[in-house]
């Protein structure tokens, strides 16, 4: 736990540094206001809670799959990739605490989603379950950081890993429902949804949006959790294997 | 005493990639290596580029594994007791990189601190010390990416530090050091020495070996050519004491004499007016220095082979050629 936490407060002393790290927070207002005035052209207020909850989780994944990507990168740029292998710690809960810590910064992007539907747009999105909004927040986060630590162990065997950053951004944003309803996805399409932990999460966030009870939430914030665990072992797993091929190969440090 | 380090038989290969089609598949880092770095000892690792101090300070490191062979640290094995290695040893590369140039020499501190388990104010208590000791306090808040050379390599101590290891790998830590740098350096490794800590230094540098190391191993191409005490080592290419002196004019006379002397056994010319004479015990060397001074040599020194001459005559003169 002393690993993760001082990971995590050493990735918010770097991302305090660079800035430019949190592209997302300049981007979630753009997609706040195309995803709301395309509901409110459509006059489909259904949509509304879609274009409030689509650029958060959009934000907030893209944010975790740069960051377990890039980390790996840059430990090897910087020369202390070595280094961080060498010490007793864990790499894999180094790398979650890290990942934990930017998708934790880039929550923000929930904020500056309210503020564009409240002064572009006249809606203001009440929160009448704040505590299963919190629970679905935490839980996404945990479950975002575990799924993508199994990206930076591959980055850490694949210097050009870049593809796999991309194929699980938009794919997954429209498999998951984050962005439009499965429901708009062919029938054969949807199974492949409730897999993902954004799918259970995405929802749940919606549904802590919206005036009537939350259904089955204990089993929901059950399914994230577990998804995420899922995704957190895979990753351990698959970096102590990578770790072991990377010494006997000897390509640990190079760039 | 016990070993801090010891390895037996050790073997590293690297594969060749197939595409490069130099007709072989593989190039051998270390070869049958075997070597015992005793604790509390400095011990320096003395070879040319690709000689496989680099390699082997990896795998003490544990972040390479060995081929074949044996490698234990404080008689653990890297291989399958690695996080106990781990806790044992710290790590000094060599170069600028190695560090978070973005933030303070403080933040980098806390961070490697906090990765050997410590829990927060224990952290800031080993930070404060470290910063201390490399001598850093005053610069502690600022971008690490402003600091010198040297001041970066100390920060790199610092970090090498921050587990409290019983053996630190030091590669190469002074290459690009300015000599005054270089030199406070130096007498950093002989407090950790006096701390008992055992330390293996990959160096290039044979002043430095000579000043700061209790042994010296030489290796080139995975191989220990030689190895001990860096004063004794000289005995390697020569048993004998040497005379040095400066001779104005006509030298041959002088010469003839020396070799009369009994004991001596040469002289040579090392330079434009300036000779050696190789003696074979103490009285030699007495009887040459009271003949030179008679005949008016001058810049008069005796002295035993020193390091660089058995690295030169071990490894050879091969220039910028990498095995």
Redesign the interface.
């Known amino acids: 736990m002393?690993?993760f936490t001082?990971?995590f407060r050493?990735q918010c002393?770097?991302l305090r540094?660079?800035p430019g790290d949190l592209s997302v927070l300049v981007t979630a207002p753009f997609f706040s206001l195309l995803f709301l005035s395309m509901a409110d052209q459509a006059h489909r207020s259904a949509l509304t809670p879609y274009a409030v909850v689509a650029p958060v989780f959009m934000s907030v994944w893209s944010m975790s799959l740069f960051v377990a990507g890039d980390l790996i990168s840059r430990e090897r740029g910087?020369?202390?990739l070595?280094?961080?292998?060498?010490?007793?710690?864990s790499l894999s809960v180094?790398v979650i605490g890290r990942i934990t810590a930017a998708v934790t910064v880039s929550m923000l992007a929930f904020a500056e989603t309210w503020l564009i539907a409240w002064l572009c747009f006249g809606i203001v999105v009440r929160v009448p379950h704040p505590l299963m909004l919190m629970a679905t927040l935490a839980t996404s986060a945990l479950s975002m950081a575990g799924t993508a630590s199994v990206l930076a162990a591959v980055f850490v065997l694949v210097r050009s890993a870049r593809i796999f950053q991309n194929t699980l951004s938009y794919p997954v944003y429209l498999l998951s429902g984050v962005l439009v309803p499965i429901s708009a996805l062919p029938e054969w399409l949807r199974p492949l949804s409730k897999p993902i932990f954004l799918y259970w999460g995405a929802a749940l966030l919606r549904d802590s949006l919206s005036p009537s009870d939350v259904s089955s939430p204990v089993g929901r914030l059950l399914a994230v959790t577990a998804l995420g665990a899922i995704g957190f072992l895979a990753g351990r797993l698959l970096m102590h294997q990578v770790l072991?091929r990377v010494?006997?190969?000897?390509t640990?440090?190079r760039t | 005493m016990t070993n801090a380090v010891e390895t037996r038989g050790l073997r590293?290969t690297?594969?060749l990639d197939r595409r490069a089609k130099t007709g072989r598949s593989e190039v051998v880092a270390l070869h049958q290596l075997d070597l015992e770095v005793a604790e509390g000892s400095v011990h320096g690792l003395l070879g040319p580029n690709g000689a496989g101090k680099t390699?082997l300070c990896?795998i003490l490191?544990?972040?390479?594994?060995p081929t074949e062979g044996e490698v234990r640290v404080f008689g653990r094995d890297v291989r399958t007791q690695t996080?106990k290695v781990?806790?044992d040893?710290g790590?000094v590369?060599g170069?600028e990189?190695?560090?978070?140039?973005?933030?303070t020499a403080r933040?980098n501190l806390?961070?490697?601190c906090?990765?050997?388990?410590?829990?927060r104010p224990a952290?800031r208590a080993r930070t404060e010390q470290l910063l201390e000791r490399v001598g850093l306090v005053d610069r502690a808040d600022e971008?690490v990416e402003g600091f010198s050379r040297g001041m970066k390599q100390r920060l790199h101590l610092a970090?090498g530090l921050a587990?409290d290891p019983r053996l630190l790998l030091l590669d190469e830590p002074t290459t690009g050091m300015d000599p005054v740098s270089a030199r406070d350096f130096r007498s950093m490794v002989d407090e950790l020495r006096r701390e008992g800590k055992t330390i293996l230094l990959t160096t290039h540098d044979m002043d430095e070996a000579e000043t700061v190391c209790d042994v010296v191993t030489l290796i080139d191409g995975g191989r220990v050519l030689a190895a001990g005490d860096p004063r004794s080592i000289g005995a390697l290419v020569s048993r004998h004491e040497r005379v040095e002196f400066d001779f104005v004019g006509p030298v041959a006379e002088t010469v003839r004499d020396l070799l009369d002397l009994p004991g001596v056994v040469g002289c040579t010319s090392v330079s434009p007016g300036r000779h050696r004479v190789e003696t074979a015990d103490d009285d030699a060397t007495k009887a040459a220095l009271s003949l030179l001074v008679d005949r008016g040599a001058t810049a008069l020194t005796t002295s035993r082979p020193r390091l660089e001459e058995v690295y030169l005559k071990l490894i050879g003169d091969r220039g910028m050629a990498v095995r």
């Open positions: 002393r690993v001082a990971s050493f002393q770097l540094r660079s910087t020369g202390t070595e280094g961080l292998v060498a010490t007793p710690a180094m072991r010494r006997v190969l000897g640990l440090g | 590293r690297y594969a390699t990896k490191a544990t972040v390479l594994l996080r781990r806790r040893i790590i590369f170069g990189r190695g560090l978070y140039t973005r933030l933040q806390h961070y490697w906090a990765l050997y388990g410590l829990r952290v971008k970090r587990g």
